[in-house]
DNA sequence: TATTGTTATACTCTATAACTATA
DNA sequence: TATAGTTATAGAGTATAACAATA
């Protein structure tokens, strides 16, 4: 019996939805993870990029304070994306304290990769579930997130 | 608009439960490490603790593998554990290569606190549900955490 | 030969403080 | 004085390889 086991856990763990959805996280980053390793990037470079994708340039302050990442954390990892041509960093003329960060041509045509992994993804984390499922988990997911961020 | 906001986020992260599986995981760690910072212990102590506590006496390599944790990180946890007589690491007669590691009274008692605090944070987390949906979101997240387990 | 516990190494993520330039 | 970006450091989690004792 040498694969790892959920029976085996003590009700105390695998009972309580706590220790599962850290488990299950922690499961569903090492999975998308692995995927966009093929494109150079890691998870948090990609939340970078689907978050400039939508919502064009954004000071760093902004896109670390969105995405919960340090400030501090956020240069480095937008050091590697400016490296790789994927985003740029222009001077904000109303402020020049901030920068205006945002995709570039090619930041654009890899963040569409990123996306389509990132449903090839979910479909397979969700894949024991119907549609109807899905949609009433994602709802929960979203209001135990939105409860979090009120914590803060 | 200094609060970090879900609202914020496009759908191509707020909308997927991909990533809203890690962010809530991680804000599930978050939340249990705090809690369990006043007895001196991290989550992966008290998942070792509680594993114990229902499954007795059990080898190093059967309570990595359980926990999904490398064998080779479990032994500074058992270290610190032992050394404030939490654990102990036995001989075990039958196969002298294992340690049949097993809770002191001292760590039984520690346990029982950890299992209050756990469930104490899971009833914050789950705050905003209902008991019939808290119910339904536990087995929904036991089914993907046992696919994710096949799957490896 | 294979397995158990151990040691060592390295990389990522996270948290914090302090510095600079601007406001 | 406060804020934005930056640099540096340290702790925790994770992954890997190699070793000694034992099967």
Same mark, same amino acid.
Do not use: I, M, N
């Given at each position: 019996m040498s694969s790892p086991n959920l029976e085996a856990l003590p009700q105390a763990l695998a009972g309580h939805a706590g220790y599962l959805l850290v488990r299950v996280g922690k499961h569903a980053q090492r999975m998308f993870s692995l995927a966009v390793d093929r494109l150079g990037l890691? +998870?948090?470079?990609? #939340?970078?990029?689907?978050l400039l994708a939508e919502r064009g340039a954004l000071a760093q302050v902004d896109i670390a304070g969105t995405l919960l990442i340090e400030r501090a954390h956020l240069v480095a990892l937008l050091d590697?994306?400016? @490296?790789? #041509?994927?985003?740029?960093? &222009?001077? #904000? +003329?109303? #402020?020049?304290?901030?920068? @205006?960060?945002?995709?570039?041509?090619?930041?654009?045509?890899?963040?569409?990769?990123? @996306?389509?992994? @990132?449903?090839q993804v &979910?479909?397979?984390?969700?894949g024991e579930l119907d549609p109807a499922e899905r949609t009433l988990f994602r709802e929960i997911l979203g209001r135990i997130a939105r409860d979090a961020d009120e914590g803060d």
């Open positions: 890691r +998870p948090s470079h990609c #939340d970078v990029l689907l590697q994306l400016e @490296a790789r #041509d994927l985003v740029k960093r &222009e001077a #904000d +003329p109303r #402020d020049r304290r901030r920068h @205006a960060v945002r995709l570039t041509e090619a930041g654009a045509a890899v963040t569409a990769e990123v @996306a389509a992994l @990132a449903v &979910e479909g397979e984390l969700l």
